[in-house]
């Protein structure tokens, strides 16, 4: 039997995202929490809660995340969930903590500030792909396929 373990949400991060790499590897690796608006009616008005979701980003995604967003800047990610368990310093009993890793991210909000902030693609993810490989088409040009 199959499993399908993926997760998408969009919402704000609550504070700028800062790369830290492993100790035994030197891994790129960046945690943050994505602030996420829920909806609901309330005696017939519109109210809105928001839900809190820690994500764990590795590799070339940290280090993007790391590089292009900061605290209230708007993503749309893809990833899946993942339970880790862990004991605070000082106590006996492990807790568990739910966590998104993240796999894709997108850019939903406004422009960066500086050009130079700007990356060349809106969609960022660890797939692999060059993009210095790919050329720009204008709109009048017909796609080569």
């Known amino acids: ?30 945690s943050f929490t994505l602030a996420v608006d829920r909806p609901y009616r309330k ?29 209230g800047d708007q ?8 339970n880790r368990q862990f004991t605070p310093d000082g106590e006996d009993k492990p807790r568990t903590q739910t966590e998104i890793v993240a796999k894709e991210i997108f850019f939903t909000g406004s422009k960066p500030k500086s050009a130079e902030a700007v990356p ?13 490989e790919f050329e720009e088409l204008c709109a009048d040009q017909d796609v080569p396929f």
């Open 1 to 30: 039997m199959s499993a399908l373990n993926q997760v998408t949400i969009m919402g704000r991060l609550t504070a700028k995202p800062e790369l830290k790499f492993t100790s035994n590897g030197g891994f790129p690796v960046c």
């Open 43 to 71: 005696g017939g008005e519109h109210e809105k809660e928001t839900d809190f979701f820690r994500v764990v980003a590795w590799r070339s995604t940290a280090e993007l995340i790391c590089k292009y967003f900061d605290k």
């Open 75 to 82: 993503m749309l990610l893809t990833g899946s969930l993942r």
């Open 120 to 132: 060349e693609s809106s969609a960022l993810s660890n797939s692999g792909i060059n993009l210095e």
